[in-house]
């Protein structure tokens, strides 16, 4: 194996370019590392091993957290973790002009971070079956790395994150993806973590817990209920799959595939026309930073207590239709942690979201549907969103005009029309059992939809965008990975 530690940031000098291995690796489907047919023994075992015990508990019961006399903010004793405060959000051209809300502040930067290390020359991720306090069953499958700054620094007094020295100082190896990607918009302010893979060519203990799997494996767990978590999902969106050379020539023309894939993959190679994609791509940022530049959008911190709509009562802070989402207290018993038991509020969603990716084929070349979405949280007002992201029951208390104008459309799709469905959690650290239902449905090429706020791209388009930070939201980024599994399909895909 070539030792790529010298020039870690290059492609490999007698080798296939970056984005063909991790072709290749999608392609692999039985690593001899461990068919996928095992993954569940390993995964349930694991179980087993690692385990939360989640009650729920008033947030005034809550040991290491205060509340702020004066603000009403819930704080934690060190300063460190992060805060519940309040925002009053001014939106005039949005179907709700104002509103105000509690919301997280996490102003420190985690890191989300997957190693991968070639096998028999095809190119492995380590995962880790990560167990979260939100998670609604449990454990899930998560980066190698999934800190905070405050975990990885110990604040907590816990045990060491393990295998952290590789992306603390990944000066050894090549690293192939570092980016800041935002959180979810709608809870979190401002929140962003560093998107990280690095690659090595040393030989890696495996730890108990962890488990080399392939691009295709992760992919075929993909489409899987609540396995594969929200954090891995952000972390493969931003991997390189539509550089040059993630299809030869066969493939990108379409030859051996079925008409989507041969569509999806000349959308990844940047469709017919190298130069009108580049300029496409110069236009998308026009539109963005026009949409950006409307009537302000005004997002204000102000304090918790006495928040518009909102009461603190019964150990929760909820809001007066019942709906959108409480913020609760939970006391943690943990096994499988770096600690093994805690207390800490958590944003409980009062309904389960939607997010929806709507395609298209024009002129044999895949094309999907973004919006340029506000939400309270971005750092630069708006991100790319998927075509459809609410959370439906939300719909009964908000105007008409929040109603997504392609909320019928997604939802009675013929099945033959929906290439993925997936019900996928959230953030488990700071979200208890929020999940959303993620789907990628086709439509007809005679669908026109002409709207100032929506754009039609791409995949390089829309993947080109996540080499940079804050474009492309929490929400989109898993609807991309989820699309990149869909490159090889076989009889089990939707």
């Known amino acids: 194996m070539t030792d790529l530690s010298a020039d870690p940031g ?16 999608v392609r692999t489907r039985d690593s001899g590392l461990g068919p996928l047919a095992g993954f569940h023994d390993w995964f349930a075992d694991a179980s087993r091993r690692a385990f939360t015990h989640v009650e729920r ?36 051209d949005g179907p709700l002009p104002r509103w105000a809300q509690p919301i997280i502040n996490q102003p420190e930067t985690g890191i989300l971070g997957i190693l991968v290390k070639e096998f028999d020359g095809v190119l492995h991720c380590l995962m880790q079956a990560k167990v979260e306090p939100g998670n609604i069953n449990g454990l899930q499958l998560s980066p190698t790395v999934q800190a905070t700054r405050s975990n990885y620094t110990r604040v907590h007094q816990g045990r060491a994150v393990p295998y952290l020295e590789y992306f603390r100082d990944p000066s050894r190896h090549r690293l192939i993806t570092d980016v800041r990607q935002s959180e979810q918009a709608a809870w979190f302010l401002r929140k962003a973590n560093r998107n990280m893979v690095v690659e090595t060519t040393e030989d890696v203990e495996l730890l108990g817990g962890f488990r080399w799997l392939t691009l295709g494996q992760l992919h075929r767990l993909l489409r899987e209920n609540n396995v594969v978590n929200m954090d891995t999902r952000t972390v493969l969106s931003c991997l390189p799959f ?29 469709g017919k026309d190298p130069v009108a994609e580049a300029e496409g791509v110069d236009e998308v940022l026009r539109w963005v930073t026009e949409v950006r530049s409307r ?25 007066e239709s019942g709906r959108f989402f409480e913020v609760i207290g939970v006391d943690v018993r943990a096994g499988g942690r770096e600690v093994r038991g805690w207390t800490q509020p958590m944003v409980r969603p009062c309904g389960d979201g939607l997010a929806a990716l709507v395609v298209k084929r024009v002129d044999g070349v895949l094309r999907v549907l973004v919006q340029a979405l506000v939400e309270p949280g971005c750092l630069n007002v708006c991100e790319l969103a998927p075509t459809v992201q ?33 019900t996928l959690s959230e953030e488990g650290g700071r979200f208890h059992h929020a999940l959303t239902r993620y789907l990628i449905v086709e439509a007809d090429e005679e669908l026109e939809f002409d709207h100032p706020d929506f754009r039609w791209m791409t995949v390089r388009q829309l993947s080109g965008l996540l080499r940079h930070s804050h474009y492309v939201n929490i929400q989109a980024r898993s609807l991309v990975a989820c699309l990149h599994s869909l490159s090889e399909r076989d009889d089990t895909t939707h």
């Open 10 to 25: 290059r492609a490999r000098p007698d080798g296939p370019p970056l984005a063909a291995r991790l072709a290749a690796s």
């Open 242 to 270: 539509c550089d040059p050379g993630a299809a030869g020539p066969a493939e990108a023309s379409g030859a051996g595939a079925d008409a989507f894939t041969a569509a999806l993959l000349r959308s990844c190679a940047g």
């Open 57 to 92: 508990v008033g947030l005034d019961e809550l040991s290491g957290w205060s509340t702020d006399p004066a603000t009403g903010d819930l704080a934690h004793d060190s300063g460190r973790f992060f805060r519940v405060e309040g925002v009053d959000v001014h939106h005039p």
């Open 390 to 422: 609410c959370v439906p029951d939300d719909l009964a208390v908000l105007p008409p005009a929040a109603r997504p104008a392609l909320l019928d459309t997604v939802l009675n799709a013929p099945p033959a029309r929906v290439l993925f469905d997936a």
């Open 295 to 319: 009537p302000e959008v005004g997002v204000t911190r102000v304090p918790l207590r006495g928040l518009p709509g909102w009461t603190r009562a019964a150990g929760a802070i909820t809001h």
